[in-house]
């Protein structure tokens, strides 16, 4: 009789880096007994920038930025993937190994939670694995789908169901479609015991920098020339947009004066029209939003300047149809002559990937995360639209994250509160030099959370 060999117990460090690379900003944080993303997670600008004085800020380093003036960006990621990792390498060494790091960390004594983006390929996956392993050195590491990590988070609270036990809690929720509009593109991801479905997950190839780029070309034409200002113009989509409830009636009342009796608008032109009143990075450093004066509009000079009470010089823009007709791409990308289905039938769409007998459980379980569900009138919107289209049969209910941005990362921190389940996931450094990159991938592909 052949000789067994004596298992070798595998051992993974307890401090476990959880990390959701997003394309706009990193979210990475220690995991804990009672994670709470507020204290714990971290949020990271996921860019190399260079100012006007050509001076190069990297990740954290943009927080200290003061001129965001004409700021050129180089960013890694690109329709969701890492694609450049020497500039990636450079923000996470600012953020995981320098001396005034964030998030500093030992990466020889960490175990690593990394988030990517669905239907990532291969060839990007392998990169990823080799530098983590190779370049950073962590001692473990487990890359997971991010919306699976989704199903680790309290649903059963936001759509209102019954409270799980307690012996519950560390197990991912047993469905749950998961809506991702984040920086680069809008995925829809249904989750089945902690696993994506694969066959069944869609995207959009529509997402923030595209809705800031289509900003800045609007304005550009109407008024001021702004496509050098990319970081003033996603801060002015992010304070002023929303998404209308009835878009071709707010698009009809725009512009045509005071309400009239025979005019049947939800409405008015006060009541859209807003002033933005952009930064001069000395005496005032960010932009803001004030109502809408006509008289002050009245007397600005042809490049938008606006001299106040005080004497000060200011530049103002007056936002209209922008508002509400940027967000409205996520809804019907046809606007622009995009072939792809808007939010609500790409959800449909992702349904018909499943087994009609999944359908209840997930229309009924909708979780929106990403930057773009904090969108007044994002929510109420999908939920509507979702409901016309689903089957009568199927209750729909559609709840955004308490924290959007943060989510994905809070999930992953909350698995990682199951060292059970987590050390069956993470592979050691040393396995992946014992058996390499392939058999990497093929672990990866396989295993789950469930």
């Known amino acids: 009789m052949p000789r067994q060999s004596k298992a070798v117990e595998r051992t993974v460090p307890e401090r476990v880096l959880v990390v959701d690379n997003g394309a706009y900003t990193i979210k990475a944080g220690f995991a804990n007994p009672s994670p709470d993303p507020d ?21 954290a380093q943009m927080e200290s930025c003061s001129d965001y003036g004409d700021m050129a960006f180089r960013r890694p990621v690109q329709k969701g993937f890492i694609v450049n990792w020497e500039a990636e390498r450079e923000i996470w060494e600012k953020t995981f190994l320098a001396k005034d790091a964030k998030v500093k960390c030992d990466p020889h004594d960490t175990s690593l939670l990394l988030a990517e983006s669905p239907n990532c390929p291969v060839a990007l996956q392998s990169h990823c694995d080799q530098m983590v392993f190779e370049e950073f050195e962590f001692a473990a590491y487990r890359r997971c789908v991010g919306p699976s990590l989704n199903a680790f988070n309290d649903i059963a609270n936001l759509v209102e169901d019954p409270p799980r036990t307690t012996d519950l809690d560390s197990l991912p929720i047993e469905c749950v479609l998961v809506i991702d509009s984040g920086y680069s593109h809008t995925t829809v991801t249904p989750v ?14 529509m997402g923030g920098k595209f809705l800031t780029n289509y900003m800045k070309e609007m304005l550009s034409i109407r008024q001021m020339d702004v496509r050098d200002e990319t970081y003033l113009i996603n801060q002015m989509k992010e304070d002023s947009c929303f998404v209308s409830s009835n878009f071709r009636n707010d698009l009809e009342s725009i512009g045509k004066g005071p309400l009239t009796a025979g005019r049947k608008a939800p409405r008015r032109d006060e009541d859209i029209v807003v002033d933005f009143v952009l930064p001069d990075y000395s005496t005032r450093m960010s932009g803001e939003l004030r109502p809408h004066d006509p008289t002050t509009m009245a007397m600005r000079t042809k490049l938008g300047a606006v001299t106040n009470a005080d004497g000060v010089k200011e530049y103002i823009m007056a936002l209209g149809n922008e508002r509400f007709t940027v967000p409205e791409l996520l809804f019907d990308p046809g606007d622009i002559g995009m072939k792809q289905a808007g939010l609500p039938e790409t959800v449909m769409q992702s349904m018909s990937g499943l087994p ?53 990362w809070l999930g992953g921190a909350r698995l990682a509160g199951n060292k059970v389940i987590l050390k069956e996931l993470l592979v050691t450094r040393q396995e992946y030099h014992e058996y390499g990159s392939a058999w990497l991938l093929k672990r ?7």
């Open 444 to 450: 990866f592909a396989v295993r789950s959370a469930s």
């Open 192 to 205: 089945y015991r902690g696993r994506p479905v694969q066959q069944a997950i869609r995207r959009l190839d």
């Open 39 to 59: 204290t714990d997670c971290h949020v990271i600008p996921n860019c190399i920038a260079k100012s006007r004085d050509n001076r190069v800020w990297i990740g």
């Open 356 to 408: 009609p007998g999944l359908w209840p459980s997930m229309l009924s379980n909708i979780l929106v995360i990403g930057g773009n569900a904090k969108f007044d009138g994002f929510l109420a919107r999908l939920s509507s639209e979702i409901r016309q289209l689903a089957p009568a049969e199927c209750p729909v209910r559609v709840a955004v994250a308490p924290n959007p941005i943060k989510s994905t």
